[in-house]
């Protein structure tokens, strides 16, 4: 599954990449991405590297619906 969101506090970041922590068995597939750079979600450093504030796809299993209802309040249209 595949989304474009907005994580423009610094709290939104953290509680983020904390929420894709708790998923370790899917860890490697929660990815972030901007332009030409992915970075892991579990990645605190990996994300701060985008400009998460301007928006960014992230990409998941679909079978993630716990993390899915979690983003939901990130996600907008682009």
């Known amino acids: 599954m595949t989304n474009f969101i907005v994580l423009d506090r610094l709290k939104d970041i953290t509680d983020f990449v904390n929420a894709a922590t708790r998923f370790e068995k899917h860890k490697g597939d929660i990815l972030l991405s901007q332009g030409r750079q992915i970075v892991e979600a579990t990645s605190l450093l990996g994300v701060l590297s985008l400009d998460t504030s301007k928006g960014v ?22």
């Open 57 to 78: 796809t992230v990409s998941y299993p679909s079978d993630l619906e716990e993390f899915h209802n979690f983003i939901q309040s990130f996600i907008v249209e682009q």
